[in-house]
């Protein structure tokens, strides 16, 4: 089966695709932005029945070796520690909140940046106090303006 998948990666459809992606992201790696180092396209996750130059192009992503081997022996461990979490203080309804607004963040800053951001607002009993006391807020004002 490995065989297959890196016979597919020397086809000229994933060649095609390939370039594209490295040209999107200026041939630098997107997490440590080196753009010496030998760069790959990493899928960021795998769809079943999809050929590699079938990916839609934002899951697909330049690294550079390093961080391609990094991201493929440590994704696993912090996805389930992340998975843990969730099923330890949220219920069914709230991952689907959870969800949603993830499907439909829009990130204004370099992925890094975004989730340490996101690390510090949930570590943060003032940052959470904050997000808080605006969402009662925005409920208040809503139910004001529909009343």
């Known amino acids: 089966m490995a065989s297959d998948y890196s016979e597919k990666?020397?086809?000229?459809?994933?060649?095609?695709k390939r370039l594209l992606i490295l040209e999107r992201d200026e041939w630098t790696c997107q997490i440590c932005h080196n753009s010496e180092s030998t760069l790959v396209v990493h899928h960021r996750r795998y769809l079943l029945n999809t050929e590699p130059w079938d990916y839609p192009d934002e899951l697909l992503v330049t690294l550079c070796e390093d961080c391609?081997?990094?991201?493929?022996e440590i994704r696993p461990e912090y996805e389930k520690f992340l998975l843990d979490d969730l099923h330890d203080k949220f219920f069914a309804d709230d991952l689907r909140e959870l969800a949603l607004g993830f499907s439909n963040l829009k990130l204004l800053h370099e992925s890094r940046v975004v989730a340490r951001v996101f690390q510090m607002a949930l570590s943060s009993p003032e940052i959470q106090q904050e997000l808080l006391d605006r969402y009662f807020l925005e409920l208040k004002s809503r139910k004001k303006d529909n009343g």
């Open 68 to 72: 391609h081997e990094s991201e493929r």
């Open 9 to 16: 990666l020397k086809d000229p459809r994933w060649q095609k």
